[in-house]
């Protein structure tokens, strides 16, 4: 691409290459998210319309109100804010929820930020075991829970469980957990960064009292945004408003939401998100094609002697870990590119987003590629195999 | 000038998006349908006509 912006080099990979990059493929925009970049990109332009009182989710041009009232319903619940990514929206729960020295249920196979938001508080992770499918199921939270009581004597103050995983793109059992975290009385947040957007979700259904979903990975935004969504109960607590006076000059701020900064998520990066939103509400609707197409993928690559799928089979999620430390990774030991033949190869046939260099485990994503662009692909990797006597069925 | 060309020069860059989402769902052969090949004659169409309103707008 001779196209430069400055010294910076126009990203077109997305108009040149099938990029089957594991977290990349949900959060491409939509054509209209891209008009809305280029017509809001300048810094503060969400804030020419804003009146009182002075907040970004209560702006009505454009229709961010609304968008706010929209995404409540479409998540299935009460209340809903735009945050700087999902990490803001587990920060913004555990910074109301979790103090020092408080326990908080993780998954073993949960994101680093989770992580991270708890030790900002001072709180301790306490990680759910995966079951022998690599599952995070309600039995094992409810054991995990006892665990943590008979260890410290009192109940965890939160449960945080991804709903798929960034590991294998598994799927976790919300609902039982949900489920058990109502028995206890926890409070219950459903990381939904890989669903929310990609497949019909509704918190109501699910049980959950806070649902937090990702704009960048699955809801065709640009980085970073998310979703923060809850029921009236938590409402109050989460979204609070400032109640701070200055000691000076009296002034207090009181529409601002304490855990929100006040204004989240301003300019382009909202505007695309209520942008692609219509195309997000549709394409929620076609979630079982993109599985067809995996699985339709996944058959195809298994046919490749050596190769195996790491993830829960049949795949219930786009996002696949592969393993093909007996297939490619022995043509990788004698290459002179060593594991990099294999990124050689995908890329002369015009496909990108693996791990450079990696052949034994690694990742894939289809989500989002057209049917014949699926066929191609699995094409693809059955002439690499061809091309180096790998045996193909 | 009017705002004319400042709304042409917006609807050309939306009409290059457009193409540039035919591009995303053609790759890597970009082997086009009927109804994408009736899509980009209509883009490129509508971006001339918008290049002819700015010049005319804009050079006089």
Redesign the interface.
Known sequence: MKQMIGDIEVRAR?????NIHPIQAAG?LT?EA??AM??YGDGYSTCDWCRQPFRLDKIQRPPIDEFHLELAKFVGMDQARVVPGARRGFQAVVSSLVEKGDSVIVSSLAHYTEFLAVEDVGGIVREVPLNQENVIAGENTAQKIEMVKKDTGKLPKLIVIDHFDYMFGNEHDIYGIAKVAKEYDIPFLANCAYSLGVMPINGREIGADFLVGSGHKSFASPAPSGILATTEEWADKVFRTTRMVGDVTKRKFGIKEVEMMGCTLMGANLIAMMASFPAVQERVKHWDDEVKKINYFIEEFLRIEGNRVLSEMPRKHTLTKVDTTESFDKIAQTHKRRGFFFSDELKK???VGEFPGATRQWKLNTYGL?W??TK?LAEAFQDIARKYGITVA | MTERAVEETFAALFALIDLRQIFRDTKPTYQLNKEQERKIREITKNVRQSLDVIEKELIK
């Open positions: 997305e108009e040149l290459f099938i491409r054509p891209m008009k280029i017509t046939r015009r496909i057209t014949d662009q191609y």
